[in-house]
Nanobody
Framework: VQLQASGGGLVQPGGSLRLSCAAS????????MGWYRQAPGKQRELVGR???????NYADSVKGRFTISRDVAKNTVYLQMNSLKPEDTAVYYCNAAIVPNRPPYELDYWGQGTQVTVSS
């Protein structure tokens, strides 16, 4: 099982980016999916998460600006980021709670990270 993230880049303050993360491999089911970020010198923090049932939660710092969604058929989670600020600059990691075919119990998977830089 792998998570492949894409969509990062350089954007000016106030701009938008959309991150995608697709899960692939021998997957039985996917429960929660989410995004974390880690800025230089800081700990990794939760950005947003979406449950298997579709409920979402966000870090206070991104509420009203970021939206997380998922395409169940494509095993993909998205993060739409609007009104970006310089403090959003970080490496963004996708995360998913996946039950693979083997072993048949839930495991935690991480994507490789994608850089988001907000700068003029």
């Amino acid at each position: 099982v792998q998570l492949q993230a894409s969509g990062g880049g350089l954007v000016q303050p106030g701009g938008s980016l959309r991150l995608s993360c697709a899960a692939s491999g021998s997957i039985r089911s996917i429960n929660a999916m989410g995004w974390y970020r880690q800025a230089p010198g800081k700990q990794r923090e939760l950005v947003g998460r979406i449950s298997g049932g579709g409920s979402t939660n966000y870090a206070d710092s991104v509420k009203g600006r970021f939206t997380i969604s998922r395409d169940v058929a494509k095993n993909t989670v998205y993060l739409q980021m609007n009104s970006l600020k310089p403090e959003d600059t970080a490496v963004y990691y996708c995360n998913a709670a996946i039950v693979p075919n083997r072993p048949p119990y839930e495991l935690d998977y991480w994507g490789q990270g994608t850089q988001v830089t907000v700068s003029s």
